[in-house]
């Protein structure tokens, strides 16, 4: 008998295993039994006729195992043991753990929360999504002490949304959705503000790394888990280093790196605006010869057709994006003097007619815009740089120093978008409050970006969303 007819054999196995065990639920759910359950012994029964159906799913089989384990772990427990009253008393305590920690627009939610967090319902995993933005929250030994609860008595599918096993870790050591790279002080501080929800810091035992971990709204009231770093130098060598450690430490599936840029004089942009990168031009690697200009082996390349529709769409999620400019500091102001202008009469020319374009009429919000951004390893302010990098990309809209390295490390392993708010016009001697003013309007707009959710949420439902009763409850809104 050849491998393949072995597993055929083992996958029918499993289905007629599956339909046996439909019936035994069948009979355990009678009304008159001794035993009481609840939702998921509806949720055991679906799971059993899906994979008696269909055994070769994969998921199917993986959900009906997770149930299986479950039941059979915490439900047989009959009326009057010593098992039940214990379980349900930790239950109680959890409850009033929580209860007691949380905001008020939380200490109604909490119960219900719990209740299907420690069963397996056709809720659990939303339910496990918001204990998770409450528990960000709190204090470190609080969280662990709900996350060894959990460990005990929680059900196998919020113990694995939440990261937690009987021999459990700390809640911070579990994946996160986004990874947020900054760079300056000014850049990291402003993030920082921008994502005000959650106080816990992971320090990566592998790369020693520090996250700040954060929570933030996605669409429809949901939650992203968020992790923000700032790197320890400037450059794409760190940069490429600092991505490959969040990746392997808490496995993102998408990296922001955020900040600011230097810009490219433009009637369509300038400085305190937003822009987002649809492709990264990386001029790292440079070759210079006597008596000949510099030339370059650009790298880098498209951030992935994911982001970059999704990006492109971006003005149709007005509602979702909302009023991001609400709360920026006043943008400082613009002296254009030839005494502040520097480099070719053409290039001071094309700068000098960019900033009166935007500058001279009533001031206006920051706006954003998307495109090519340009990454070296070199802080740019010589337009005898960027004039033969020009030549080979005429679309350039911003040019900065670690979007090439980060990149690197992401390509294949996960998305990244670049998302620089424009503190230099390169040819112009600037106000040095645009750079603060830059940092706030990058940040301010990267958690209005996460809002229209780019990827995925992790634990989302779509069935559920309807009749979902957190859907309105978990982490209040800043």
């Not at 029918?12 to 019936?23: I, K, M, N, S």
């Not at 009304?31 to 509806?42: A, F, S, V």
């Not at 006597?290 to 509602?319: C, F, W």
Request: with cysteine; charged share 25%.
């Amino acid at each position: 008998m050849a491998l393949s007819d072995a597993c055929f054999d083992f996958l029918e196995a499993v289905g007629r295993a599956a339909r046996d065990l439909a019936e035994a639920v069948h009979f355990y759910s009678a009304p008159d039994h001794p035993l009481r359950y609840g939702e998921e012994i509806d949720a055991l029964r679906h799971a059993c006729l899906a994979v008696a159906a269909s055994p070769y799913d994969a998921e199917g089989g993986a959900q009906l195992l997770r149930l299986a384990t479950a039941v059979m772990r915490y439900h047989d427990t009959p009326s009057g043991s010593t098992a039940s009253p214990d379980h349900e008393a930790k239950a109680q305590n959890l409850v009033k753990l929580l209860q007691s920690r949380v905001n008020v627009w939380d200490v109604t939610a909490i119960p219900s929360i719990v209740e299907h967090v420690l069963r397996e319902t056709p809720f659990t995993g939303r339910a496990a999504m918001r204990l998770s933005a409450i528990l960000l929250t709190l204090p470190k030994p609080d969280g662990d002490s709900i996350a060894g609860v959990i460990a005990e008595i929680g059900s196998s599918t919020a113990k694995q949304a939440l990261g937690v096993q009987s021999n459990f870790t700390t809640l911070a050591q579990r994946q996160v959705d986004v990874g947020i790279l900054t760079i300056k002080d000014e850049e990291f501080e402003a993030v920082l503000q921008a994502f005000p929800t959650g106080s816990d810091v992971y320090v990566s035992p592998a790369t020693h790394r520090h996250y700040n971990l954060r929570i933030t709204e996605a669409a429809g009231g949901a939650t992203y888990r968020v992790a923000i770093m700032r790197q320890s130098e400037q450059g794409n060598g760190e940069a490429q280093s600092a991505a490959r450690d969040l990746i392997e430490d808490l496995s993102p599936r998408l990296i922001l790196v955020v900040g600011i840029a230097g810009a490219l004089p433009s009637k369509d942009f300038t400085l305190g605006d937003v822009v987002l990168s649809l492709r990264i031009h990386d001029y790292t690697v440079e070759a210079r010869h006597e008596s000949h200009d510099p030339t370059y082996a650009m790298a880098g390349g498209p951030v992935g057709k994911r982001i970059e529709h999704h990006v492109a769409n971006l003005r149709a999620r007005s509602q979702d994006i909302g009023n991001w400019t609400e709360g920026l500091p006043e943008r400082p102001s613009v002296l254009v003097e030839d005494g502040n202008l520097y480099g070719p009469a053409d290039w001071n020319n094309d700068v000098r007619e960019s900033l009166e374009y935007h500058f001279t009429s009533k001031a206006r919000h920051p706006k954003f815009c998307s495109g090519v951004i340009a990454s070296s390893d070199r802080l740019i302010k010589d337009t005898r740089i960027l004039i033969p990098w020009l030549q080979t990309a005429r679309h350039l809209l911003a040019v900065e120093m670690e979007s090439g390295g980060v990149y690197r490390a992401a390509r294949e392993r996960c998305a990244m978008l670049a998302i620089r708010g424009i503190s230099d016009v390169v040819g112009f001697r600037r106000n040095e409050q645009w750079t603060r003013y830059a940092c706030a309007s990058a940040a301010a707009f990267a958690r209005a970006y996460l809002r229209t959710e780019p990827i995925e949420l992790g634990e989302r439902s779509h069935e559920n969303m309807v009749e979902n009763p957190f859907e309105e409850t978990g982490c209040r809104k800043t």
